[in-house]
T-cell receptor, first 113, second 115 residues
Framework: AQSVTQLGSHVSVSEGALVLLRCNYS??????LFWYVQYPNQGLQLLLK??????LVKGINGFEAEFKKSETSFHLTKPSAHMSDAAEYFC???????????FGAGTTVTVRA | KAGVTQTPRYLIKTRGQQVTLSCSPI?????VSWYQQTPGQGLQFLFE???????NKGNFPGRFSGRQFSNSRSEMNVSTLELGDSALYLC??????????????FGPGTRLTVT
């Protein structure tokens, strides 16, 4: 079974600073990898995904993530945080050809002015 | 295109009752999945339907069931509600296999409170 670990349940950054959210997965074969964001009282919005090909993936709102097979990681970064980035972020994985997503516990990001 | 819609958005029920939640996927999407989100357990997969067939099921008791209609709309039902069923229930839809890389698009959720 897939499992996902997100290091740090809360991250606080200053506006304009780097945002780094960590995600590690356990899988015997490279899965599909996703990052989602959730704003209060809303559903999940897809930020980016990795399936095959280029290991550096660019998503919406200036976010990007790098798939590192050797480290079984898929960390999410944004060079410069904006106040609107305050939200909860979830890393998720699925096995290839499968729609079942396994989610990490989530990381709440706060942005300080 | 309109996004995934879920109705109702909020629901209050009493222990022992049953509830039905509805989900309309993005037009053209044929796969619909359901997830439960709680503070304690996080996001957990309930089940996935494609072309009116349940293809995958999570580790939930039989009180949780679902179905999908020919127009891809889906419903989930929870019978004999328990306090622990209080949660945000999220529906997600995906395009047909081969066209999507299996990404899922989520609705706003239905907030169920069991008293």
């Amino acid at each position: 079974a897939q499992s996902v670990t997100q290091l740090g349940s809360h991250v606080s950054v200053s506006e304009g600073a780097l945002v780094l959210l960590r995600c590690n997965y356990s899988s015997s074969v490279p899965p599909y990898l996703f990052w989602y964001v959730q704003y209060p009282n809303q559903g999940l919005q897809l930020l980016l995904k990795y399936t095959t090909g280029a290991t550096l993936v660019k998503g919406i709102n200036g976010f990007e993530a790098e798939f590192k097979k050797s480290e079984t990681s898929f960390h999410l970064t944004k060079p410069s945080a904006h106040m609107s980035d305050a939200a909860e972020y979830f890393c998720a994985v699925s096995e290839k050809w499968d729609y079942k997503l396994s989610f990490g516990a989530g990381t709440t990001v706060t942005v300080r002015a | 295109k309109a996004g995934v819609t879920q109705t109702p958005r909020y629901l209050i029920k009493t222990r022992g009752q049953q509830v039905t939640l509805s989900c309309s996927p993005i037009s053209g999407h044929r796969s619909v999945s359901w997830y439960q989100q709680t503070p304690g357990q996080g996001l957990q997969f309930l089940f996935e339907y494609f072309s009116e067939t349940q293809r995958n099921k999570g580790n939930f008791p039989g009180r949780f069931s679902g179905r999908q209609f020919s127009n891809s709309r889906s419903e989930m039902n929870v019978s004999t509600l328990e306090l622990g069923d209080s949660a945000l229930y999220l529906c997600a839809s995906s395009p047909s296999p081969g066209r999507s890389s299996y990404e899922q698009y989520f609705g706003p959720g239905t907030r169920l409170t069991v008293t």
